[in-house]
């Protein structure tokens, strides 16, 4: 089995014969946002066109998070409903939100092909031209050229807003930057979390004898205190489809730089009588599932991804990889390693890659899971007070119902105790999205919209962050942006009771119905709805 297709990112080779694409919108990276964004503007009449930097359509949507963190259904409209829809009608139901990958991608695909947008792929911002405040034209390593009247940036990481000066925040703020109770540093959360004394070093007991793999913190004067600021970021991993059909299932294969060392921790965690690393495996159609982080010791590379957010591509490259090869060897150390009891050895062996999925990138997810990256700093941020219902807003321009849900950030050793650090788990109700928490202010920049890496806290954006809000978001920047090119207007002065006409014209859900029976407690217990016992 090869890999060798499967990379973030190789620099682009530069030719004589590059191009000058010009739209009225130009739309950074084919997310579910972007492409909601680019459908929603061909559909109102504008030309577009999609600059992807990678090689592949739909973001994490397409790339194995088939079990979709919705929240309340009747919360999500517009496209991220028709979305829906869509793979529902595929599988012979009216509506549905687990999907298999290449069915997700498909509809993707469909849905650019029947508005005919022209999507760029391998394409690697380099620098963002700006004059009196707009966006005039994006330059890509190969030379390429995109001018445009209206840019949105539909990136995981932010890239486009970076570039062009508009201010933006990574990590964690303090709980006092916005007077929150569940930003900083968190310790003590219910879930992801060891359930027993688990030794950090080497030799057990032994200090000096140093610290096993994937431990980010030894010191205690790092560590920290609850609410605290850092530069931490919640822990990425890949959402990997797996098949237990033995006509469709690849064994898992060593993958490269493999080191069983890095599993050690999670041995000595079975060891202790607890086997949860794969309790969060939810069913998808056909046989498959997706595998998703759950316990003290799972898929997320805790603590090893705080440089991508601002890291060089070549940088991201080196951290996508290290995740690949982390969470692969993971599942070869479970089904091979001769320390790891054989039940677990025969049950984690029973699983494999399927042959049907991502043939070009050796059966493996081509996107890891960018959970939260850079976060733009606007006019107005979305703060937990939204989330909880504390502050209310009149500019809303869709509705996010999901959990603020925070991965683990560190795992760190207090008093010779391995311990992680950072899950939030907090349940809400619907609550409405500004509009200004997806343009930048005034004096930044005039003609760009920002859907993925909204303005918004950290513990926010934990709820924020759900790839159907993306959609509504892509959808709702793409009816901005067609409003502001019609009259003739910086994002910033459209007059929202115009947008709200014409975001309730596409189906967008901007208000919550009260009268509607929701127990976001209940919802979340869905999420987690298996528990961790002691073998």
């Known amino acids: 089995m090869s890999f060798e297709n499967l990379y973030y990112y190789r620099p682009s080779i530069k030719t004589d014969n590059h191009e000058t694409i010009e739209r009225d919108l130009i739309v950074y990276c084919a997310t579910p946002a972007g492409i909601t964004a680019a459908v929603q503007a061909s559909r109102a009449g504008l030309s577009v066109a999609i600059a992807e930097f990678g090689r592949h359509v739909g973001g994490i949507t397409a790339s194995g998070l088939g079990a979709t963190d919705l929240g309340a259904g009747q919360a999500v409209g517009g496209l991220s409903r028709e979305y829906y829809r869509e793979i529902g009608k595929h599988y012979g139901k009216e509506e549905q939100q687990t999907f298999e990958p290449s069915v997700a991608k498909a509809i993707f695909d469909k849905w650019i092909k029947e508005h005919d947008i022209d999507v760029y792929f391998d394409q690697h911002l380099v620098e963002v031209k700006m004059e009196h405040g707009k966006i005039t034209e994006l330059v890509m390593e190969d030379e390429t050229v995109y001018k445009g009247k209206m840019f949105i940036d539909s990136s995981y990481e932010g890239d486009l807003l970076a570039k062009a000066g508009v201010s933006y925040h990574v990590g964690r703020e303090s709980s006092a930057t916005y007077q929150e109770i569940f930003n900083g540093i968190q310790f003590g959360g219910q879930h992801h979390k060891f359930e027993t004394w688990i030794d950090p070093y080497v030799t057990k007991g032994d200090k000096s004898s140093g610290y096993l793999s994937g431990i980010t913190e030894t010191d205690m004067d790092a560590v920290g205190y609850n609410g605290k600021g850092d530069k931490s970021i919640q822990a990425y991993n890949f959402r990997i489809c797996l098949t237990k059909d033995s006509n469709n299932k690849i064994p898992f294969p ?37 595998l998703n982080n759950y316990g003290g010791f799972s898929t997320d590379n805790i603590g090893m991804n705080y440089e991508w957010p601002d890291g060089s591509y070549e940088r991201r490259e080196e951290i996508f990889q290290d995740h690949f090869s982390y969470n692969l060897g993971m599942l070869y150390f479970l089904a091979n390693d001769s320390r790891v009891p054989a039940d677990i050895r ?60 925070s991965h683990h950030c560190r795992r760190v050793v207090v008093d010779g105790r391995c311990v992680n650090e950072g899950d939030v788990q907090i349940p809400i109700a619907p609550y409405p999205i500004s509009y200004r928490a997806i343009r930048p202010r005034m004096e930044e920049c005039t003609n760009l919209l920002v859907p993925v890496c909204v303005s918004s806290s950290h513990i926010a954006y934990g709820s924020i962050r759900m790839e159907p809000v993306f959609m509504i978001l892509g959808q709702s920047a793409g009816v901005a942006a067609t409003l502001a090119l019609k009259n003739n207007q910086n994002v910033q002065d459209l007059d929202y009771k115009e947008l709200k006409v014409e975001l309730l014209k596409v189906g967008q859900v901007v208000d919550w119905d009260s009268s509607i029976e929701y127990d976001p407690v209940e919802a979340m217990k869905k999420t987690f709805g298996k528990v961790t016992v002691k073998r």
């Open 346 to 405: 025969e049950e984690v062996s029973s699983w494999g890659l399927p042959k049907d999925e991502f043939k070009e990138t050796g059966h493996w997810p081509h996107q890891l899971y960018i959970r939260e990256a850079r976060r733009m700093i606007s006019d107005y941020v979305m703060t937990e007070h939204n989330c909880l219902g504390y502050t209310r807003i009149d500019d809303s321009i869709g509705l996010a119902s999901y959990q603020m849900d």
């Open 254 to 290: 060593k993958p490269p730089n493999y080191d069983a060392n890095r599993y050690i921790l999670l041995l000595r965690y079975i060891e202790a009588g607890f086997w949860d690393a794969m309790n969060l495996h939810t069913m998808m159609p056909n046989g498959k599932s997706d």
